[in-house]
């Protein structure tokens, strides 16, 4: 047997089609391409959070729950003591956790553009995997479609992001409300961004059953981490549990975690610095002739480019020192699209000055 016939006999047919994630390399570059946090910590917090994980026992497994973080995370968060909360490697684990819980002729629904990793996961398990494409130029959902869409597909899980990644807008609230309404499976408010949107559903926990919000600390200054979470009713959150592989939050992430939240005045600082910056380059870009920068309420902006001119663009950018992300090649609402992380002044400074010579040059 050949190696191609034993791959092919061995794995389903939808992992075969499937394409890995890519992450670009970003080495000798500034990086804004990923929406990090650009900002480091302190000299003295960075003494305090080595000295709490001096005695951290890495003989023993971590603690299976994460009590304490979790713990943390629900006062840190406002979480209601009648709502459970699970802990996940990353978002990513807990949408995989979510989708292997389904059974195998379930159906997903999520607008599009959306996160990527609700697509992918749902493909690589076999499910049947829907998307909704967004207003034009507004981003915002299409209620009717996603409203008659529900009533055909009966879909076990929607995904909404809040903002969403890649245009990062706030969808209308009236009209997530409507589709919690109307389904009759699970909605998951993906609010990744939300230290840069004072906005959430999480008041809204105790309104719907079907309810569930999830948040990641990546985006807020711990990507190193990969740390995420979910939280709802304690009779869905235990179906998770079942099926979340033991000690998935390493000790180290734990205490970590638990110490970087606890210092949250550091992180509201850095938020807020962010938030001016990106209002200085929504602004800068919209001064440009042939762009158009879309409002955001993350940390990054979805620009648009002259028509056909994305990729030289972008590749010009790059040329200069300055990694963005090249959304144009995924089409439909995103052709022409650059997506840039907000980051230090000096790299933003750096990111308008090489788009505005590549704009002369391409």
């Known amino acids: 047997m050949t190696q191609s016939n034993l791959i092919s006999s061995i794995f389903r047919k939808e992992v075969l089609a499937m394409s890995a994630y890519k992450v670009a390399d970003a080495t000798g570059l500034i990086k804004l391409d990923a929406m990090e946090n650009p900002y480091s910590w302190p000299e003295d917090i960075k003494t305090l959070w080595l000295e709490a994980l001096k005695d951290c026992p890495l003989n023993r497994y971590p603690d299976p729950e994460a009590k304490a973080l979790t713990a943390t995370i629900k006062r840190l968060n406002q979480i209601p003591d009648q709502f459970d909360v699970l802990l996940g490697n990353g978002s990513d684990e807990i949408i995989q956790l979510l989708l292997m819980a389904l059974p195998s002729n379930a159906s997903v629904l999520a607008p599009d553009p959306g996160f990527v990793m609700y697509k992918q996961l749902s493909l690589c398990l076999g499910l049947n995997y829907h998307s909704i494409p967004l207003l034009e130029d507004s981003f915002d959902l299409d209620l009717p479609a996603i409203l008659a869409a529900i009533e055909l597909h009966q879909p076990s899980v929607i995904f909404l992001a809040y903002p969403n990644n890649p245009t990062g807008n706030l969808f209308s609230e009236t009209s997530i409300r409507d589709i919690i309404k109307t389904a009759k499976g699970l909605v998951v408010i993906d609010e990744a961004y ?73 992180f509201d600082r850095q938020t807020q610095q962010i938030c001016a910056e990106r209002m200085t380059v929504f602004n800068r870009l919209n001064e440009l002739d042939g762009i158009k920068a879309y409002p955001s309420a993350a940390n990054f902006i979805l620009f648009k480019t002259p028509e056909n001119r994305a990729n030289d663009i972008f590749a010009s950018i790059k040329q200069q020192g300055v990694l963005i992300k090249n959304l144009s090649p995924q089409g439909g609402l995103l052709a022409d699209c650059l997506r840039v992380t907000i980051g230090k002044p000096e790299e933003n400074a750096a990111f308008l000055a090489a788009l505005i010579k590549s704009l002369v040059e391409s």
Do not use: C, W
Not at 198 to 218: K, W
Not at 224 to 253: V, W
């Open 194 to 266: 939300a230290p840069f949107a004072d906005a959430s559903f999480i008041d809204s926990l105790g309104q719907y059953d079907n309810l569930l919000v999830m948040r990641t600390v990546s985006k807020l200054g711990l990507a190193g981490l990969r740390l995420g979470y979910i939280a709802g009713n304690p009779d869905i959150i235990e179906q998770l549990h079942k099926i979340r592989l033991p000690y998935n939050i390493n000790s180290l992430t734990q205490i970590s975690a638990d110490f970087a939240l606890s210092n949250k005045a550091l």
